[in-house]
């Protein structure tokens, strides 16, 4: 009766049979969140592992062999579940508030400054607690101490905490984000890092760090958004004397051409008066805007003499009369058998042309309005496959020539792009056609080449499609002229 009686008793049947009942149901919910990539999945496991068998070891201590609570042992067995059960708040707030949250929530965008602001809160009032229910310390002479203290700490460092204030709400606002760009008037990049004090912005010659109470109190521009794309204005400027339609067309095709470029947008280019022109280009990133502004003045000096326009009002003269002949007569009499007359009936129609490194020549499925011979310099044609990749066919070199479906009037099959500087002899195709005419082998050596070069094409883009090619298949043509 007196072992019914006691309430020892009931304290051990229940933790004997409680605990593993409960750590059965823990185990197979664990199971689950895990079947399901469930964020809680660490913290059940943290409560099955650690914060059970510890509450049930302080159960049987207190409550079934009745040790007294404030025992030393006991004291640091609760101290020890506190902060387990402190751990096991802070991991399942992290995991249901945070890490959960849409994109674009409140949630995903609270700093992570506010957070562990929120986390030091939560330790603070927990390791209160502990030091008072569980140790019998006095907190409210504690509270005061750190009262005065605050208070003075607050004097001394009024400067850093304002810095840490301002930064606060710039956070809190959150006008940007990691690696987006930012024009501060005094700095432009990319931000790496954002911190309590400061915000790191990789310039591209090194990190400026910029406190959070000077961004706070300025104006600056955020050149990611509203979208990750990013206007490049280029200005320029061209002799009074050339048509501004002539201009603006030249440029708004080089613009097009431009790697970094987003293709959704097409690039414009409008006359300012006084002989200046800008150019607008939207770029994928604010990143591609230095190279992309030197690659399109490079461009444009060469395209704006082959256009016969003076950019910066300069005049082009390398295309000279003893040039064209010296052309004439090393590439193109040998590729197209043109006897001494033949070469002079075309010293008026031909000119000297310069290419950039990385120009395009000729693009696939344009009909070429003549052909171009290559005087110095690397051409690379190209390929473009069903998936819209664009593949290399093969390269050519000093004495090779392009444009050979000009005179049949036939869409390229493939583009074509400088690997370097190139010089090159274009002729037109109607003052090519009276003189291939009269020349049956030669047209018959032309149709050979077109078919060559349209079948390297086909082999390469068929490549592509299905992969490498298998043991025992025949090989690739060689490398055309």
């Not at 008072?132 to 750190?146: E, M, N």
């Not at 020549?361 to 190209?382: C, D, I, K, N, Y």
């Not at 060559?452 to 298949?473: D, F, L, M, N, Y």
Request: hydrophobic fraction near 45%.
């Amino acid at each position: 009766m007196n072992l019914f009686q006691s309430s020892w008793f009931y304290w051990a049947i229940g933790v004997a049979f409680g605990f593993p009942v409960v750590l059965i149901l823990l185990t197979e919910l664990h199971r689950m969140l895990l079947r399901r990539n469930s964020h809680l999945a660490r913290q059940i496991s943290l409560l099955r592992n650690y914060l059970l068998p510890l509450g049930a070891l302080l159960l049987l201590l207190v409550k079934a062999s009745q040790v007294p609570a404030g025992d030393g042992a006991v004291r640091i067995l609760t101290t020890m579940f506190g902060l387990l059960v402190l751990v096991l708040v802070l991991s399942a707030l992290n995991a249901t508030v945070f890490e959960g949250a849409p994109e674009e929530s409140w949630r995903k965008r609270l700093p992570t400054i506010f957070v562990d602001v929120a986390r030091f809160g939560v330790i603070g009032v927990g390791l209160t607690v502990m030091l008072s229910l569980i140790w019998g310390v006095r907190i409210g002479g504690l509270f005061t101490a750190l009262g005065v203290t605050s208070v003075v700490i607050g004097l001394m460092l009024q400067n850093s905490v304002g810095q840490v204030v301002s930064g606060l709400f710039l956070l809190f606002e959150q006008p940007f984000r990691i690696d987006e760009w930012l024009d501060t008037g005094t700095a432009r990049g990319r931000v790496v890092e954002v911190n309590w004090r400061s915000v790191h912005i990789d310039t591209g010659s090194g990190i400026r760090i910029m406190p959070n109470s000077m961004l706070a109190s300025t104006s600056f521009t955020n050149l990611s958004r509203p979208s990750r794309a990013y206007d490049c204005a280029i200005t320029t400027k061209f002799a009074a004397g050339d048509s501004p339609d002539k201009v603006c067309a030249m440029l708004t095709r080089i613009a097009a051409a431009l790697p970094a470029r987003k293709a959704e947008i097409l690039p414009t280019t409008v006359a300012l008066g006084g002989a200046q022109y800008r150019t607008t280009i939207r770029l994928i990133s604010p990143a591609d805007a230095e190279a992309t502004e030197a690659t399109f003045l490079r461009w444009a000096w060469y395209a704006a003499r082959r256009a016969r326009l003076r950019l910066d009002g300069a005049d082009d003269d390398y295309s000279t009369k003893q040039r064209v002949e010296k052309a004439l007569r090393t590439v193109v009499a040998p590729a197209l058998r043109l006897s001494h007359t033949d070469q002079q009936s075309l010293v008026p129609y031909a000119k000297i042309v310069r290419y950039g490194a990385d120009e395009i020549l000729e693009s696939a499925g344009q009909v070429s309005p003549g052909m171009t011979f290559l005087v110095a310099g690397r051409v690379r044609l190209t390929a473009t496959t069903d998936d819209g990749s664009v593949v290399p066919v093969t390269t050519l070199d000093e004495g090779s020539f392009l444009g050979l479906t000009a005179l049949t009037r036939q869409p390229n099959l493939a583009g074509a792009y400088a690997l370097d500087e190139v010089t090159a002899l274009q002729i037109d195709r109607e003052h090519l056609e009276h003189l291939v005419m009269r020349k049956p082998l030669l047209l018959q050596d032309l149709g050979r080449l077109i078919e060559e070069r349209q079948t390297k094409v086909r082999q390469v883009t068929q490549h592509e499609r299905i992969g490498p090619t298998r043991p025992g298949a025949p090989t690739p043509a060689k490398p055309l002229r």
